[in-house]
């Protein structure tokens, strides 16, 4: 569905795209924070993870019917905690304390997705095909 068309439509921004746009503006921000300033989880791995994370969370959030954008962003949040999770288990450079509100907030959205995964209300999905009569 094009971008246009979505924002168009009658039933406006749904909160998981609201939700999407903050999670995206977030990374956003900080990866801006690593480019710009020290902080105790920047690498320039990590503000790739992010910057590529925000993009899909923005693309997703406007296009939430989008089955492989939906998966490659929930995809990206998986990939995040994953990374993060050896960083600080495996490799000891990052504290856990640091690491709860990434937790959170791709905790969160993933749960968010997985439960609004087919709940579009029937709405792009294809009619059924009618079939011949013999």
Known sequence: MAVGAWANSKRGVPALGWWLIAVGTFRS???SSCLFGAASLC???MSGIHMTGSTLCFLCAFNLRSKPLYVATFLSFLYAIAYLAMECLLYRTIRFVSLVPFIFVA???MVWM???WN???GHGRRPREATKQP
């Open 29 to 31: 921000a900080f990866t």
């Open 43 to 45: 690498s320039l791995t």
């Open 107 to 109: 905790g969160t959205s």
């Open 114 to 116: 997985l439960l609004q």
């Open 119 to 121: 709940s579009d209300g």
